[in-house]
């Protein structure tokens, strides 16, 4: 009896600290000062996605559901490559990692914060702060000198004018773009483009850098480039980076490579890395 | 904290597509400028009416002899007809008589600060050698010049024993001197003028004692040669021409605080006594500063009328911001969807298209306004009054195109804040 006592004191416990984690809220603050080892018990996971099921509703008949339980973890300093035909949800899988979406169930944690109670403000924060896009289709703002649209991720942080022109110059630096950083993106080729998209993806420092197929659009040799250039952020600096292709070569460069089929990873194998292709 | 890369950004935008944004301000542009011009004429027209009737002597309160309004008669079944005037000529029973000034002049000793009486004796063509001037000869009292606020040029008034004697004094015009004299006052000065009426019945003369600064009243058609410019003796002597028995009119000028409007209407009491028994005249009264009044209520009435016009216009040139902003927004899906893949909060979205609405509407506020006061001065000019732009009107014109700018931008703004980052990421 005494025992039975304890148990449900332990599980009244256990449920009110489940709440109370439930109901924070998350805010810009929380985000970048609490160290993530308080909230997440491995501090070398980044991306940890338990049970992940994605449904659209479009309407009640017509339930579409394109994740089935993903379970994927990412370590701090991989490279890994998600890769699969279309339709087997690589699109829907990077929009919830990016928190452009929400999961319908399941758990996910980034970089310690729990992203399925997160709220639309907290999204737009963590998109900010802990996650570098970098489209196929390169997404620069268009009349915005290279320069600006580097700075942009840095302004919706709130950085100041000064910090945020010296980081986008060093950043554009980084990827060989100083010369070109007034100009405009119609006035850049697609590789160019593609290293600016790059450099704004690195503005803020995020956790992760998420890049869908950022060779799609471009030439292989130009697309070698960009390889590179991830490649030197994830060894030079460390960088944990998502890479969504469709191409096994550019795949199999990464440390892992995870193969998602019917909304469901079917495949993981270890990379060659970039020096077997070389 | 975004306020001014969100400036920025929106004046980007704006030259982006010059055509545009000029096409989409032009109503607000023709909305502000039409306000702006109306209310510019408008207070010049305005500030030329009051400043021309103060002239003239807001505080004078004219008392005339009028002709009576006809009853309606009432026949034995109760019809109503409109009742039949007896119409004639005033005869000199139905004048203001001096006795009647006297006594007026006795009961309202404070307020009466003045009275200005005159007493036209004829019009008549000075000539002398081959140098001629038209005069009228009016006989007045002390108060006229205080009550049309007529300057001496020079020379001196006419004295108090001149008044008292009636003496054969008077006092010709800037315009009577340039004609006869060359515009030498000091050889007009001390010299008589020798006037012959019209009509040649009567011959006067009277020395020159002084010259006042001849005023024209309003539009002047004649040649400037010809005007008719009045020549001024003591009443007295007038009267002693023409045996006036009473005036049609006179004009008190009242004592400073004195509520004008107030004394005209006990004033018309007062001097309706004499006329209890006059079947045909009354007597009315008004003040100039009722007239001001009523003159400008009607101009403002006029302005207002005119500036719901172009209010209206405003609201359908705001309909057309709303419109291009909303076509901007579609335009701009993916890089609304980018800037939220950045980072951008649905506040910051909103934020951005509202001040891009509101520069849209600011900027062509502003341009209205310039063109408003070139139209405004234009206009005042060719009305030949002198432009006199509220600084009041001006700013309620910003502050409105600011308004109309967060009114018509805030519905696409939100769409914009609202839209689904990866729908719109995705949109072609």
Do not use: W
Not at chain 1, 15 to 37: F, G, H, L, V
Not at chain 1, 49 to 78: A, S, W
């Amino acid at each position: 009896m005494n025992r039975g006592y304890c148990q449900i004191g332990l599980h009244n416990i256990f449920q009110s600290m489940k709440r109370k984690k439930k109901n924070q809220e998350i805010t810009i603050e929380d985000i970048s000062n609490t160290a993530p080892d308080l909230v997440s018990g491995d501090d070398n996971i980044v991306i940890d996605m338990k049970h992940i099921i994605k449904r659209y509703f479009i309407g009640q008949p017509n339930e579409l559901e394109v994740l089935h339980g993903v379970d994927m973890q990412v370590r701090r300093g991989e490279f890994v490559a998600i890769v699969g035909q279309s339709g087997s949800g690589k699109s829907t899988l990077m929009n919830v990692i990016g928190a452009l979406d929400r999961p319908t169930e399941g758990e996910y944690t980034l970089d310690g914060v729990d992203m399925f109670n997160a709220k639309d403000k907290d999204l737009s924060a963590i998109r900010c702060k802990k996650i570098g896009f970098v489209f196929q289709t390169y997404n620069l703002v268009a009349r915005t000198s290279a320069l600006k649209n580097v700075e942009l991720p840095m302004l919706y942080a709130g950085l100041s004018g000064r910090t945020r022109s010296r980081k986008a110059k060093e950043l554009l630096e980084m990827v060989d773009m100083a010369e070109r950083m007034h100009h405009q993106p119609d006035e850049l080729s697609g590789g160019q483009k593609q290293r600016v998209a790059i450099a704004r993806a690195m503005a803020n420092d995020p956790a992760i850098i998420l890049a869908d197929e950022p060779t799609g659009a471009l030439d292989s040799h130009t697309g070698r480039l960009i390889m590179d250039i991830f490649h030197r952020l994830h060894e030079e600096q460390g960088k944990t980076i998502i890479l969504i292709t469709h191409s096994p070569e550019l795949a199999s460069e990464c440390s892992r490579i995870l193969t998602l089929k019917d909304g469901l990873f079917i495949d993981e194998k270890k990379g060659s890395g970039r020096n077997a292709v070389l | 904290m975004l306020f001014f890369e969100n400036l920025l950004m929106a004046f980007s935008s704006l030259l982006t597509n010059k055509m545009r944004s000029l096409l989409t301000m032009l109503g607000i542009i023709i909305g502000i400028g039409s306000v702006i011009a109306i209310v510019t004429v408008g207070n010049a027209l305005t500030n030329s009416i009051t400043s021309e009737m103060s002239d003239m002597g807001a505080n004078n309160v004219v008392i005339g002899v009028q002709q009576r309004e006809a009853e309606d008669e009432v026949d034995e079944s109760g019809k109503r007809y409109g009742g039949r005037i007896n119409a004639r000529d005033m005869t000199d029973n139905d004048l203001i008589k001096k006795e009647y000034i006297e006594e007026l002049l006795a009961a309202f000793p404070e307020e009466i600060k003045g009275i200005s009486i005159e007493s036209v004796l004829g019009t008549a063509k000075v000539e002398k050698g081959r140098n001629y001037a038209n005069v009228r000869i009016i006989g007045v009292t002390p108060g006229y010049f205080m009550a049309n606020n007529t300057k001496m040029q020079s020379g001196n008034e006419l004295s108090d024993k001149a008044y008292m004697e009636g003496k054969s004094v008077c006092l010709v015009s800037d315009h009577f001197v340039n004609n006869m004299y060359d515009g030498d006052s000091s050889k007009a000065i001390g010299r008589d003028i020798e006037i012959e009426m019209s009509g040649g019945r009567k011959y006067f003369v009277f020395t020159i004692v002084g010259v006042y600064k001849y005023e024209s009243q309003g539009f002047d058609m004649t040649a400037t040669k010809d005007v008719t410019t009045p020549v001024y003796i003591p009443i007295k002597n007038a009267i002693k021409k023409n045996h006036a028995k009473g005036f049609p009119s006179i004009t008190i000028i009242t004592a400073k605080g004195v509520d004008s409007d107030d004394f005209a209407f006990r004033v018309k009491n007062f001097m309706n006594r004499y006329y209890h028994n006059n079947r045909q005249f009354t007597i009315s009264t008004f003040s100039l500063a009722q007239m001001v009044e009523s003159m400008t209520t009607m101009l403002g009435t006029v302005s207002t009328a005119i500036s719901i016009v172009a209010a209206i216009s405003l609201v359908v040139g705001g309909i057309g911001v709303m419109n291009i902003m909303l076509v901007s927004i579609s335009e701009r899906t993916r890089e609304i969807g980018t800037r939220k893949a950045l980072g951008a909060t649905n506040g910051s979205i909103r934020t951005q298209f509202i001040m891009e609405a509101i520069v849209l509407c600011l900027v062509g506020g502003i341009l209205g306004i310039l063109l408003g006061l070139a139209g405004g001065a234009a206009g005042a000019k060719a009305l030949g009054y002198e432009a006199s732009p509220t600084a009041s009107s001006i700013i309620a014109a910003l502050i409105f195109s600011m308004v109309v700018g967060v009114f018509f931008g805030y519905y696409p703004a939100n769409k914009a804040a609202k839209m689904n980052p990866i729908d719109a990421l995705r949109y072609e």
